[in-house]
């Protein structure tokens, strides 16, 4: 039976409700069968800003969605050990499943870069985007190619991986922003320390 498979690219730096209630809405809305999240390697769009740990980033990933039963994590992009494109990213998913429907779940901001993207004619052969709103940014399909492409709406969540950062390093709480495991690795790996 063929599958409906949702794919959840990000830094992760951390990991936070904004994006699991977006997961968790394009899994409902498309009856998806999985979202596997995918932690970037290095980022190539943040180089030059300093990004966590690969490790920390995923664990933080898992340990945010452990309790999903159809939530799960992938290390594609991590063991690549390279700079991640998401053209790298769904060849290996389309080898690793073959027959399954792929639909690559992106956040207006990252919709609107998308053109800028490696090899854009490839991803959509690779994959149907599912674009979703964030706060801040217009979500829409100028310029994208006809049909490949579908935008949903999800419950506003104004939060940022940067922000939940900034807010750690001034000693400002993360409760309620990101999952509770996470706060208590942060918290436990000292991550996002102003001074580190
Ligand atoms: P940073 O501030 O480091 O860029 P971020 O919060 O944007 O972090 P990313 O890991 O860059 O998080 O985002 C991964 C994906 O999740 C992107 O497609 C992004 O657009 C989407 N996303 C992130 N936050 C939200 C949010 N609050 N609402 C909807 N989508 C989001
Ligand atoms: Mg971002």
Not at 25 to 52: A, M
């Amino acid at each position: 039976m063929r599958r409906r498979i949702g794919i959840m690219g990000g830094t992760f730096d951390p990991i936070h409700h904004g994006h699991l209630v977006s997961a968790s809405e394009v899994q409902s809305r498309f009856g998806l069968d999985e979202v596997i999240f995918v932690p970037t390697g290095q980022p190539w769009q943040k180089v030059g800003r300093v990004v966590s740990n690969a490790e920390d980033r995923y664990l933080m990933t898992v340990i945010a969605t452990a309790s999903n039963p159809v939530f799960s994590v992938s290390r594609i992009d991590i063991d690549r050990g390279s700079e991640t494109y998401t053209v790298d990213t769904l060849r290996e998913m389309r080898q690793i499943y073959p027959r399954d429907e792929l639909l690559f779940i992106t956040g207006a901001d990252a919709l609107e870069q998308i053109l800028t993207w490696r090899n854009v004619e490839e991803l959509f052969e690779l994959a149907h985007f599912i674009g979703v709103t964030r706060p801040g940014y217009d979500l829409n399909d100028h310029h994208l190619p006809h049909g490949k492409v579908s935008l949903v709406e999800v419950t506003a969540m104004a939060i940022s991986s940067t922000s939940c950062k900034e807010r750690v390093a001034r000693g400002e709480p993360v409760w309620y922003l990101v999952p509770d495991g996470v706060v208590r690795y942060i918290d436990k790996r000292k991550l996002y320390r102003g001074d580190s």
